[in-house]
T-cell receptor
Framework: DGGITQSPKYLFRKEGQNVTLSCEQN?????MYWYRQDPGQGLRLIYY???????QKGDIAEGYSVSREKKESFPLTVTSAQKNPTAFYLC???????????FGEGSRLTVL | AQSVSQHNHHVILSEAASLELGCNYS??????LFWYVQYPGQHLQLLLK??????LVKGIKGFEAEFIKSKFSFNLRKPSVQWSDTAEYFC????????????FGDGTTLTVKP
């Protein structure tokens, strides 16, 4: 079944720790994205990548980092510099940069 | 910069009522427009999209949306809602020259009472 797999689904972290969220897709899409979803605020773009070994900052990139070493993988690291990391994180991919997005099921990060 | 505004944060309807969810965007060029839906416990999925052509587009489950360029609007409609339409709905816009940056509205939670 083609799709996007995010892991872990739930994650707890202590303040000051970095954490990496995994995102894998088998749709053969070039473009991949990370969004953050907070209640009542919709989705906000963190980082996106249109091609392997290249990525761009989105609207709220501070405190986050990404890599794109393989077409199918786009991991997101939430660093200790992110001031308010507790949120629901969504990974997405698209065939074309202006096309529809296909989403994973999300990862909920809670910082204790 | 592009932005999206959804007018209703929470809508409550009875089954068989008609639905219209408002969406306005701002962007200084040509856009692609989308409505996504998130059913309880499921991932976000595409409801319908507009790229060009007929401004009235039809999506899954009887939903449709109309692009009115002069009003920068892309409102979502359904003539008769069902209990299974209970979900959160997001309007999104991608500027054609802003590839890779879809901007989402804050979402509208629709509750349909049986």
């Amino acid at each position: 079944d083609g799709g996007i797999t995010q892991s872990p689904k739930y994650l707890f972290r202590k303040e000051g720790q970095n954490v990496t969220l995994s995102c894998e897709q088998n749709l053969n899409h070039d473009a991949m994205y990370w969004y953050r979803q907070d209640p009542g605020q919709g989705l906000r773009l963190i980082y996106y990548s249109q091609i392997v070994n290249d990525f761009q900052k989105g609207d709220i990139a501070e405190g986050y980092s990404v890599s794109r070493e393989k077409k199918e993988s786009f991991p997101l690291t939430v660093t200790s510099a992110q001031k308010n990391p507790t949120a629901f994180y969504l990974c997405a991919s698209s065939l074309a940069p202006t096309g529809e997005l296909f989403f994973g099921e999300g990862s909920r990060l809670t910082v204790l | 910069a592009q932005s999206v505004s959804q007018h209703n944060h929470h809508v409550i309807l009875s089954e068989a009522a008609s639905l219209e969810l408002g969406c306005n965007y701002s962007y200084g060029g040509t856009v692609n427009l989308f409505w996504y839906v998130q059913y309880p416990g499921q991932h976000l999925q595409l409801l319908l999209k507009y790229f060009s052509g007929d401004p009235l587009v039809k999506g899954i489950k009887g939903f449709e949306a109309e692009f009115i360029k002069s009003k920068f609007s892309f409102n979502l409609r359904k003539p008769s809602v069902q209990w299974s339409d209970t979900a959160e709905y997001f309007c999104a816009v991608t500027g054609r020259t802003n590839a890779g940056k879809s901007t989402f509205g804050d979402g509208t939670t629709l509750t349909v009472k049986p």
